[in-house]
């Protein structure tokens, strides 16, 4: 429930995390541990009374065990999954003098293994788990979504009870990960928007350790003492000091007994969790921060400081967010984007243990003057509240917060992360009384606490100026959290669903398939699901080769346009229309086909259904919305002409489509072409398009979830009954052309991170006999989880990458495919980087893998699969593919056959007939300029002592 308010601004913000998908090493398993072990959970059954239930609230209930360990039970037998999430109540806001980013270092070692599971990464992959780490201000929590059994549950409370207390902190591991850290805070000084909101944060909090951002200074990575991180984590990394979530398919009685198994073993320490007492005095005046860097677009970002996010007042602040930072109907947009005094707005929150901040950002285009910018910002903020909030903005805001709340409790694995949030914020029922707290916000709520805390001397952005009569905005009394919440209950618990089996043979065996009277094809998948929900895709096709060629920028812009409004209804209209029904809706439309998919509950699918058609059917393409969607994707596209990874994906992807000429619908245009292209295009084009090819002759749908076929299907052919496409349609071909070994390299100025890719185009359809072994191949090299072969080198040996990888992918129809391998890095690493790519490829393509390396990898990959078949809505879009591709699972359920039975050299040769360095394109981008002089500078000997 943090920052509901999407910020693209302030997308890096100033949370820290280890991303899931091959982006750390396998740790050392010869890794010494700490100094001081600590009890590990010992075999055996747990002796004792049994424990008896601290609190409940709408089916989650808790437990406290004798050791001080909080434990969370949410039982979700929908799910074939489960997920164990431990929060510590530790983070940035924790860190001392000379120990920033230390607690964000901590979890990245936390990864590299115990005594008893000295590799943690091949541990987690080999039981298909969807893992991951995340630090943040008042916590760090570690979880693992595995397939649902007693044995995965027990292993799972098993692992994370023991890095609890016995994980390996140890110094070659600091040595070698400090590195990769210090390249994902290079990567982050990438950004501006980032870099402004530390600056703004740290100016906005003088004592509070808010104020430093999560990542850590860079000199506190490089030099932090060894001891000191033990130290740290033998403080803060016990029972009493974190939260134990289970939630998903599992049994509630075997699961507490295996929890008094393992984490009741643990010993609660002697001496008191640590405590911090800094509180942030009130502001006394404007501050100002400038950040001069290299960058492409203006940013205005303001902070105001607000209450701790147990304070009552923050429902109301959370609707004020809205109201103000919403899209197109905030207030920021309505003064500062539609009259084109900026291109971009938004705002958020954050909403944390002790007092917080109220975000607000608005970026401009290199035409669009600050000055009337900065005016005109600071005076819809700082005098909001002198034009009361009305009833129908508080209701918008209201409707769009509770969606996204109950939207998170219908997925007990998202629930499960954000229940820990609020236990960080000081009580995990928080989350359900915020709830209660935002269905009673009202208008006048929301005026009183815009003027309590929108004030000039609250806000960091301005210079200080000395004022007679300081206005200052003081924090109410601290809350008592516990009395607050003596007594709550909460609500009844959602609707439960049933226990399903995502097998291949499973599905199949209750898919229902057949095809509308118009043409469509459908693929229904009735089950019962918790919350009652239901998924639904559709996609229609359109067009020839030589009907769209040139068309695309008008194809873009008319998907892009379609969720802008109708002939009925405007685009707010659409929005609170759909937020109303609690329905999640994507609808995209683009040079030959549009997809739609919907996520809402059983009931609201019908009129759902008959929104979004009248969104297909009846766009309005309204003059002033094509003008500001203009705005839009100028400036997206104009914030990315220095950026590493924009340019240097261009570039690869231009050199391997170059058999394409300019105007074909596969053609890879140049940055400086795309902004042409969107500069260019006339609304006449894009209602043009929408005429010539919009229609459902030929598509596919497929629902899945909690709802009946009989009722769905006579809807969903009447509402497209009759909707011709004008034009005919033919499948566009891809072209395979074999290329020859290039090398690119592009200077993208001041940017302390750079970005690498390696590739080749490859012969291939996913029907050939070497594609499950070209996929078990590439999971080996490039995949899993933190367990690969590229990570395990370039970031984990070398210290040389935060994110390192590989990719690859056949055609389905054409036999055309590739194979790719990406990593940021230091510019001044790019010789090592290339090397070590270079090396590891070749090694597998000509020695291959073990049959150990070959079945770990193949247990990891089947999981995944059969995780990826049991989202509902992932299923959906995969069931609607196969309607084309004139597939079923089936299909599958061979490929898994086959992946069953590979053997070491079977996946070596395929490699070995595929994959050739001699071949590839290299890409790299980035300040090399600037690293090269920085590497001829001389050397400054040390002063004497």
């Known amino acids: 429930m943090k920052r509901r308010t999407p910020l693209p601004l302030l997308a890096a913000l100033l949370v820290a995390t280890t991303p899931v998908w091959a982006q750390s090493p396998a740790p050392s398993p010869r890794a010494a541990p700490a100094p001081t072990a600590r009890a590990a959970p010992a075999k055996g059954k747990a002796k004792g009374p049994a424990l008896a239930p601290v609190a409940s609230v709408e089916g989650i209930t808790e437990y406290r065990l004798p050791n001080g360990l909080r434990v ?127 600056r703004v944060m740290s100016a906005a909090y003088i004592w509070h350790s808010y104020g430093k951002a999560t990542i850590g200074a860079r000199s506190d990575l490089e030099n932090v003492p060894i001891d000191r991180l033990q130290d740290f984590y033998r403080k803060y990394y016990r029972p009493d000091n974190a939260v134990l979530v289970v939630a998903g398919r599992f049994e509630e009685g075997k699961a507490l007994s295996m929890i008094q198994d393992t984490f009741g073993r643990l010993k609660k320490p002697a001496t008191p969790v640590p405590s911090t007492y800094t509180a942030e005095p009130a502001q006394d005046g404007e501050r100002e921060v400038t950040l001069r860097r290299v960058g492409d677009t203006s940013i205005l970002t303001s902070l105001y400081h607000v209450p701790e ?226 998924n639904l895709v559709l996609n229609l096709r359109w067009g020839t080769e030589d009907a769209v060629s040139g068309k695309t920028d008008a194809a873009q812009y008319a998907g892009r346009m379609l969720m802008r409004g109708t002939t009925k209804r405007s685009r707010q209209q659409l929005q609170d229309a759909f937020d109303k029904l609690k329905a999640r809706v994507g609808v995209d439309g683009g040079l030959t086909g549009a997809t739609v998919s919907i996520e809402c509950p059983r009931a609201s699918l019908p009129e759902a259904l008959k929104l979004v058609t009248e969104v297909l059917r009846e766009p309005a393409f309204d003059a002033k919305e094509f003008a500001l969607l203009k705005q839009e994707r100028l400036a997206a596209l104009e914030s990315q002409r220095s950026e590493p990874e924009t340019q240097g994906s261009i570039a690869f992807w231009r050199t391997l489509s170059a058999q394409y000429p300019k105007g074909h619908p596969y053609y890879v245009p140049t940055l400086e072409e795309r902004l042409a292209g969107v500069k260019d295009t006339k609304l006449e084009d894009v209602r043009a398009f929408h005429k010539a090819f919009y229609g459902a002759s030929n598509g596919e749908l497929a629902v899945v979830g909690d709802f009946e076929p009989k009722e769905l299907m006579p809807l969903a052919g009447d509402l497209l009954a009759g909707w011709k496409s004008p034009a005919p349609f033919k499948r566009v071909a891809q072209v395979f052309v074999e290329r020859g070994p290039q090398v690119v390299a592009m200077e993208t100025p001041d940017k302390a991170n750079a970005y690498y890719l390696a590739g080749q185009s490859l012969k291939l359809r996913k029907d050939d006999a070497d594609w499950p072994a070209l996929m078990l191949g590439n999971f080996v090299l490039g995949g899993g989880f933190l367990n690969s072969r590229l990570a395990t080198r370039i970031r984990q040996k070398d210290g040389l990458s935060y994110g390192v990888g590989s990719g690859l992918d056949a055609g389905d129809i054409d036999a055309v495919g590739n194979f790719v391998t990406y990593a940021i890095f230091a510019p001044e690493n790019a010789t090592r980087l290339e090397a070590a790519m270079r090396e590891e490829v070749s090694r597998a393509v000509q020695k291959g893998y073990s049959a150990e390396e070959l079945e770990k990898a193949r247990a990891g990959l089947l999981e995944y699969r059969q995780a990826a078949r049991a989202q509902d809505g992932g299923l959906a879009r995969q069931l609607a593919g196969y309607l084309y591709l004139g597939r079923t699972l089936a299909f599958d359920a061979t490929i898994e056959e086959k992946l069953s039975r590979l053997k070491p050299e079977d996946v070596r040769k395929a490699m070995e007939r595929h994959v050739d360095w001699a071949k590839v394109t290299q890409v790299k981008a980035g300040d090399f300029v600037n690293a090269e002089k920085k590497a001829k500078a001389p050397v400054q000997a040390p002063a004497a002592p």
């Open 72 to 198: 969370l039970l949410f039982p979700d037998p929908t799910k074939p999954n489960v997920t164990v999430n431990v929060t510590y109540f530790v983070g940035s806001k924790h860190e001392g003098y000379g120990e920033t980013g230390m607690a964000h270092l901590l979890e990245h070692l936390m990864f590299k293994g115990t005594p008893t599971i000295k590799n943690i990464p091949q541990a987690l992959t080999e039981r298909g788990a969807r893992p991951n780490g995340t630090t943040w201000m008042d916590r760090t929590n570690y979880y693992e979504t595995l397939p649902a059994s007693d044995d995965n549950l027990r292993w799972a409370l098993s692992f994370e009870a023991d890095r609890m207390v016995n994980s390996f902190i140890a110094r070659k591991d600091l040595d070698s990960e400090m590195t990769v850290v210090r390249n994902e805070f290079e990567s982050g000084e990438n950004d501006p928007r980032g870099i402004l909101f530390e």
């Open 309 to 534: 996010g147990a304070h009552p007042d923050f429902a109301a602040i959370d609707v004020l967010t809205l109201i103000m930072g919403n899209n197109p109907s905030g207030r920021l947009y309505k003064s500062l984007v539609v009259p084109k005094k900026a291109a971009r707005t938004g705002a958020s929150n954050l909403q944390l243990r002790d007092p917080g901040v109220l975000t607000f950002s608005v970026e401009l285009r290199e035409d669009q003057p600050l000055a009337p910018a900065r005016e005109a910002f600071l005076q819809t903020v700082e005098e909001s509240s002198k034009t009361p909030f009305t009833e129908e903005e508080v209701t918008r805001a209201k409707t769009q917060l509770i969606k996204s709340i109950e939207l998170t409790l219908n997925n007990s694995e998202r629930a499960a992360i954000q229940l820990s949030e609020w236990a960080a914020t000081g009580d995990w029922r928080l989350f359900f009384l915020h709830r209660d707290r935002i269905e009673a916000v009202k208008p006048e709520d929301v005026t009183r606490v815009a003027a309590t805390y929108l004030k000039p001397s609250n806000r960091t952005l301005g210079a200080f100026l000395p004022t007679p009569k300081p206005d200052r905005a003081e924090m109410p009394p601290p809350v008592d959290v516990a009395k607050m919440m003596d007594g709550y209950k909460g609500r009844d618990a959602v609707a439960q669903g049933e226990q399903f089996d995502p097998s291949p043979a499973n599905v199949e065996a209750r898919v229902q398939r057949g095809e509308l009277p118009g043409g469509v094809k459908y693929a229904l998948l009735p089950k019962k699901t918790r919350g009652e929900m239901v």
